[in-house]
């Protein structure tokens, strides 16, 4: 129900895991495209999460805010 820092990061290993070992995928860089508000991924741990992402994963990851009201419409 709460997408916190920790479920985030818990998502981003399962992906992780999932390309690398059943797809056999060699990641280099990800970029991720949320579809919530952006503040609430500005905490100090998700920003954290990120600027550790290649000590944790291997790879660089970039985080692109996409908030969802701009794609109603035309």
């Not at 999932?18 to 741990?45: C, P, W």
């Not at 790879?59 to 996409?66: A, N």
Request: glycine fraction near 6%.
């Amino acid at each position: 129900m709460i997408q916190d820092h920790d479920s985030v990061h818990k998502a981003e290993e399962l992906i992780h895991d999932f390309l690398i070992s059943d797809v056999g995928y060699d990641i280099e860089f990800m970029h991720e495209f949320t579809d919530g508000y952006a503040a609430q991924y500005k905490l100090r741990n998700c920003t954290g999460d990120l600027s550790s992402s290649l000590a944790n994963f291997g790879y660089p990851i970039q985080r692109t805010y996409f908030e969802t009201f701009h794609a109603k419409g035309e």
